[in-house]
């Protein structure tokens, strides 16, 4: 996943930050060769080409198989949306 999908993304980028947390995991099967992750997700950048610059929270979901002994990510699915500053609430 890193190889295919992060580090690509990365050449485009001045700087990415990634961050998990509140991570969930669970694991399936006798053998416990299928899992799954969910996660809160932070994600930060600067787009090189257009110098945009984005701050986003939301969602992650890994789905993992042991495969040969290794757990490798099968699939993966984010939703994000623009960092909203945390506000008072008005009564």
Known sequence: MVNHHVEP???????????????EVTFEGSEK???????????QGK???SGKVFDKTGYQ?????????????????????DKRPKTAHKH
Do not use: C, P, Q
């Open 61 to 81: 979901t890994f789905l993992f198989r042991k495969v040969d002994g290794a757990w490798k990510v099968i699939h993966s699915h984010s939703s994000t949306r």
């Open 47 to 49: 787009v090189k080409k």
């Open 9 to 23: 993304e990365k050449e485009a980028m001045e700087y990415l930050k990634l961050d998990f947390s509140n991570i």
């Open 33 to 43: 060769e299928f899992a799954w992750a969910i996660a809160d997700s932070a994600v």
